[in-house]
């Protein structure tokens, strides 16, 4: 039960899209339009995991009082508002009204939902992400090394694409035609990008693809088991 | 103060938090940080909710009790073949009881099918097949070209292409050891790839600066609309 | 210990200063920088101008706030294209933090810039669906089984069953548009419209991605990618051609030329870091003798 079944339903699911792909018959298109459909289903149901599991570690934090527990009562109390918005899509109607309006659009400007995705969510996230460019130029300065020839040639890579649309590209802007057409820095950049980059990228994307295809595989067939997880 | 400049200031307050971390780690920052997880963990689940549990599932297994929020659900007749995959989220969600989290495998089983069955054959036709293809149909020779270098350079690029890939290919296969000619082309495929992290590299910086710049854009446009 | 070698051990958060001064001061300056198109995104550009007039292009969204700099003006310059070009432009989204994306490209672009186009004639939100690429995947056999309504734009048009909607009449599955525009910042996004959509129902695909996965996207240009928009500088590259045919946009529709001034000066600064690392090591190296 615990392990054969979860087993069957992987092999069975898995082999029926690889046949729906191959076969164009009208009736096998039908278990390629509900399949999907069903998976999209159950991937919401995952969101609502996910809230949910957030707040059983949070809660069992706040119980306990353990260390540094007010932020997660802040994260609990984030997470309630937001739901309860949303949920019941409390806000303004088009006519003014304050109340709850089911059914409606999400992002309409009245909704208290749609605010909280303005004030909180947009700019927390945004500015997350923008982190990353300190630590990027942090990490630029302090480890990027050329120690080797491979590592020279990763950084001059590097360097022909960072300066590309900068005024530094007017340093080969007086090599004549036709060279120019290969040399000159942004030339050379497209060139980078869509030669030897296109090598590189094509090479690592097939070694995926292997590794997807054989992994793939071995679920179907169920060689592949770790994802059932524990000894039960 | 209207909802829109409170949520600008709220917005812009919360930014100024989350940077304060560049200096050191601080209360501001961890409220923010925590806050951002609790919403968005919400944000998440509504969406799923009105997107797809209310439109997808309960609107077609009942849509006689949801034709006031569904439109497409009046006058709609049950379809029942839903219920399966309402027993698979709720299987799902059993993963928060502990003493009957197994069971939760099953809809976890059909997600991991769905995935490989899909992945095989469109991984197999679009990045591995298309790719072989294209690779080995790689022209050498440019008829068209109107001087020399353009032809010496088609060539060239064409070389890189396909030996690049070759080599590349080379240098991931770990079953034979990298001696004699076969070191040499993994050591050539190391070279093009080097290329290729550069260029990701170089994109990867003009990806995060890019970032920063739609952050400080918001700061600029909130102070100057605290002075006009 | 000399003042290179100083250097290589200086605090990071005058790197962050650095950084933050270099990109704020070109910023106030509000100078659209030149970004002649590149072969990539010229073609991507040349493929949505040769569309003819009522083609059907469908256009989806899948970022988030976090890449709304990068890929904010690769939709908003499609949006303009197609719309001057008289196109049937259908939005969707496979990311939940598309729909408030999708509502404000409408406000501020198609109403107050194309304010004679009509909503379920011209341009149609269809919302958001779940399911990454499941979601694309059920859309290439029955779109109208995803999408049983569209989402609406208040109560001048509220939300109506999908077979009610002109545009709609002779879409039943994504074969039956003539362009499909990926502008995406991950996981499900572009890559996958190319390998659940473009490939297997062969429909032309372009679109625009953030500039940490164009690189990765190289690969399936031209033939499984019609041409592509990598970063903000991408976006800039297909506001410079817009703008070359339409010079209505100037100002507006170029916010990315705009924001490449401080780009290009960032790109210079962490270039200068680099090298002052590296001589900073090596001449750390050279009197440590390792």
Redesign the interface.
């Known amino acids: 039960m615990?392990?054969t079944?979860?087993?069957l339903?992987?092999?069975?699911?898995?082999?029926?899209?690889?046949f729906a792909?191959?076969v164009p018959h009208p009736a096998v298109g039908g278990i390629n339009r509900?399949?999907?459909?069903?998976?999209?289903?159950?991937?919401?149901?995952?969101?609502?995991?996910?809230?949910?599991?957030?707040l059983?570690v949070?809660l069992t934090k706040i119980s306990r009082r353990d260390h540094?527990w007010l932020?997660?009562l802040?994260?609990?109390?984030?997470?309630?508002?937001?739901?309860f918005v949303?949920?019941t899509?409390f806000g303004r109607d088009e006519d003014g009204r304050l109340g709850m309006h089911?059914?409606g659009d999400?992002a309409s400007p009245g909704l208290v939902?749609d605010?909280?995705?303005?004030?909180?969510?947009?700019?927390?996230?945004?500015?997350?992400?923008?982190?990353?460019?300190?630590?990027?130029a942090s990490a630029?300065y302090r480890a990027f090394r050329a120690k080797t020839p491979?590592?020279t040639?990763?950084?001059?890579?590097?360097?022909?694409?960072?300066v590309r649309s900068t005024p530094v590209s007017v340093l080969t802007g007086w090599i004549p035609e036709?060279?120019a057409?290969?040399l000159h820095l942004p030339n050379l950049a497209a060139?980078?990008?869509?030669?030897?980059?296109?090598?590189?990228?094509?090479?690592?994307?097939?070694?995926?693809?292997?590794g997807?295809?054989s992994?793939?595989?071995r679920?179907?067939l169920g060689i592949e088991r770790s994802?059932?997880?524990g000894k039960? | 103060m209207n909802?829109e400049s409170?949520?600008?200031w709220?917005?812009?307050l919360?930014?100024l938090m989350?940077?304060s971390?560049?200096?050191r780690d601080n209360a501001f920052y961890?409220?923010?940080?925590?806050?951002?997880?609790?919403?968005?963990?919400?944000?998440?689940?509504?969406?799923?909710?009105?997107?797809?549990?209310i439109?997808?599932?309960m609107?077609k297994l009942f849509p006689r009790q949801f034709e006031?929020?569904?439109?497409?659900a009046?006058g709609a007749a049950p379809e029942y073949?839903?219920a399966?995959?309402?027993l698979?989220?709720?299987i799902?969600?059993c993963?928060?009881i502990p003493s009957i989290a197994?069971i939760s495998?099953?809809?976890?089983?059909?997600?991991?099918?769905?995935?490989?069955?899909?992945?095989?054959?469109?991984?197999?036709?679009?990045?591995?097949m298309?790719?072989?293809e294209?690779?080995l149909s790689t022209p050498l020779w440019n008829p068209q070209a109107t001087?020399w270098?353009?032809s010496v350079?088609f060539f060239v690029?064409g070389l890189?292409?396909v030996?690049?890939?070759v080599c590349?290919?080379i240098?991931?296969f770990f079953s034979k050891e990298h001696t004699g000619a076969f070191g040499r082309a993994s050591r050539a495929?190391?070279?093009?790839?080097?290329?290729?992290?550069?260029?990701?590299?170089?994109?990867?910086?003009?990806?995060?600066?890019?970032?920063?710049?739609?952050?400080?854009?918001?700061l600029?446009d909130w102070i100057e609309s605290v002075f006009t | 210990m000399s003042v290179l070698e100083r250097l290589g051990s200086l605090d990071r958060?005058w790197i962050?200063l650095l950084?933050?001064v270099a990109?704020?001061i070109p910023?106030?300056l509000e100078r659209p920088a030149p970004t002649p198109p590149s072969p990539i995104v010229q073609n991507l550009y040349d493929a949505i101008d040769a569309l003819p007039p009522g083609s059907k292009l469908l256009m989806s969204l899948d970022f988030g706030p976090?890449?709304?700099?990068?890929n904010d003006p690769m939709a908003r310059g499609v949006t303009r294209h197609a719309l001057s070009k008289d196109l049937k432009l259908y939005l969707m989204t496979i990311w939940?933090?598309g729909?408030p994306l999708i509502a404000s490209l409408m406000e501020e672009v198609v109403d107050a810039e194309f304010p004679d186009k009509v909503y379920g004639v011209d341009y149609l939100n269809l919302?958001?669906?779940?399911?990454n690429?499941?979601a694309i995947?059920a859309l290439t056999s029955d779109f109208k089984g995803?999408y049983?309504?569209d989402v609406g734009r208040g109560q001048m048009h509220p939300?109506?069953?999908?077979d009610q909607i002109p545009m709609m009449d002779d879409v039943r599955a994504i074969r039956d548009f003539d362009f499909i525009v990926g502008i995406g910042s991950g996981f499900p996004g572009l890559k996958e419209w190319?390998?659940?959509a473009g490939?297997?129902e062969d429909v032309p695909v372009g679109g625009g991605v953030?500039?940490?996965e164009?690189?990765?996207l190289y690969?399936?240009y031209p033939?499984?990618l019609a041409g592509l928009m990598?970063?903000?500088?991408g976006a800039a590259e297909y506001e410079a051609a817009l703008t070359a045919d339409f010079p209505r946009f100037e100002g507006p529709g170029q916010q990315a030329q705009i924001?490449m001034f401080?780009?290009t000066v960032?790109?210079l600064v962490?270039v200068a870091f680099v090298v002052l690392g590296n001589i900073s090591y090596f001449a750390t190296k050279r009197r440590t003798g390792r």
């Open positions: 615990k392990r079944i979860p087993l339903i992987t092999a069975v699911v898995g082999a029926l899209l690889v792909y191959y509900k399949i999907p459909d069903f998976f999209n289903i159950i991937a919401a149901f995952a969101f609502v995991l996910g809230g949910g599991n957030l059983r949070h540094e932020y997660a802040v994260t609990v109390l984030g997470f309630v508002v937001m739901l949303g949920l899509m089911p059914g999400l939902f605010w909280m995705y303005r004030a909180i969510f947009d700019p927390c996230q945004s500015t997350m992400f923008s982190l990353l460019a300190f630590f990027v630029s491979e590592a040639l990763l950084l001059i890579a590097a360097f022909v694409i960072l036709p060279f057409q290969y060139w980078i990008m869509s030669v030897p980059n296109l090598a590189g990228q094509r090479t690592i994307q097939i070694g995926i693809a292997l997807i295809i992994n793939s595989l679920l179907i994802h059932l997880g039960d | 909802a409170v949520a600008t709220v917005g812009a919360l930014t989350i940077f971390f560049l200096y961890k409220f923010a940080e925590h806050l951002f997880v609790g919403v968005s963990a919400a944000y998440w689940m509504v969406q799923g909710f009105w997107q797809q549990i439109p997808n599932l609107a006031s929020v569904v439109e497409a009046r073949i839903y399966i995959p309402l698979l989220g709720l799902l969600l993963r928060l197994w495998r099953w809809s976890m089983a059909f997600i991991i099918g769905y995935t490989a069955g899909t992945n095989l054959p469109r991984y197999l036709v679009s990045d591995f298309i790719q072989v294209k690779t001087h270098l353009d350079m690029s890189v292409i030996g690049g890939v590349g290919l240098y991931f495929g190391i070279w093009v790839l080097m290329v290729a992290f550069g260029a990701s590299f170089g994109y990867t910086v003009m990806a995060r600066i890019s970032l920063l710049i739609g952050r400080i854009s918001f600029r | 958060r962050f950084i933050a990109v704020t910023l106030l976090s890449t709304v700099p990068e939940a933090t729909p919302g958001y669906k779940v399911g690429q499941g995947q995803q049983t309504a939300s109506r069953p999908i190319v390998q659940f490939d297997p953030t500039a940490v164009a690189p990765l690969p399936y033939q499984q990598g970063g903000l500088l924001r401080p780009q960032a790109h962490i």
